[in-house]
T-cell receptor, first 112, second 114 residues
């Protein structure tokens, strides 16, 4: 596609359930980032992937959060045993070279 | 620690008035600087960026920003605001290496009065 695609656009789930969020980057973009935007707070970096290099996981808030990406393709962000504080908009961005990051429309996650 | 400060949480201007949104950063090295806009229900759109060179950069929608190293600032300006500019504006910084994770300010919400 022309832009970064994220799915689902909205997700409502019960506390304690696992959720999986998906990001389809722009074709050819080697770098992929996940961010979180909680209400009333700024965006927070979660994780960075670059090709087949080891990801930078330094922003993941707890071991309940994990993410995968195979090569330069789709990435999934998984949150296990969701908590109410996980409610946020999860944003994915991709880029290559010296280009700025292009963002998807995000997944709005609501934990009941 | 690396940080970005946007001192103004909310700003209201009249349509046609000039606008300046403030951004200050704390960063160990020379940063890459960005302004993004987020309209209600829409994703983040890049307005402009500064990597190097001319410290006054032009962006889309008539916006410009000036990098002032001595003040650690990267303020966003527009000479005449349109009602469609009402949105949330975010300043962000990154390093110049391969991992350009963005560090974000908390945003400034702009309202435009007719």
């Amino acid at each position: 596609g022309a832009g970064v695609s994220q799915s689902p656009s909205n997700k409502v789930t019960e506390k304690g359930k696992d959720v999986e969020l998906r990001c389809d980057p722009i074709s050819g973009h080697t770098a992929l980032y996940w961010y979180r935007q909680r209400l009333g707070q700024g965006l927070e970096f979660l994780i960075y992937f670059q090709g087949n290099s080891a990801p930078d996981k330094s922003g993941l808030p707890s071991d309940r959060f994990s993410a995968e990406r195979t090569g330069e393709s789709v990435s999934t962000l998984t949150i296990q045993r969701t908590q109410q504080e996980d409610s946020a908009v999860y944003l994915c961005a991709s880029t290559k070279g010296n280009q700025p990051q292009h963002f998807g429309d995000g997944t709005r996650l609501s934990i009941l | 620690a690396q940080s970005v400060t946007q001192p103004d949480i909310h700003i209201t201007v009249s349509e046609g008035a000039s606008l300046e949104l403030r951004c200050n950063y704390s960063y160990g090295a020379t940063p890459y600087l960005f302004w993004y806009v987020q309209s209600p229900g829409q994703g983040l759109q890049l307005l402009l960026k500064y990597f190097s060179g001319d410290t006054l950069v032009q962006g889309i929608k008539g916006f410009e920003a000036e990098f002032k190293r001595s003040q650690s600032s990267f303020n966003l300006r527009k000479p005449s605001v349109h009602w469609s500019d009402a949105a949330e504006y975010f300043c962000a910084v990154s390093n110049a290496g391969n991992n350009r994770k963005l560090i974000w300010g908390l945003g400034t919400s702009l309202a435009v009065n007719p």
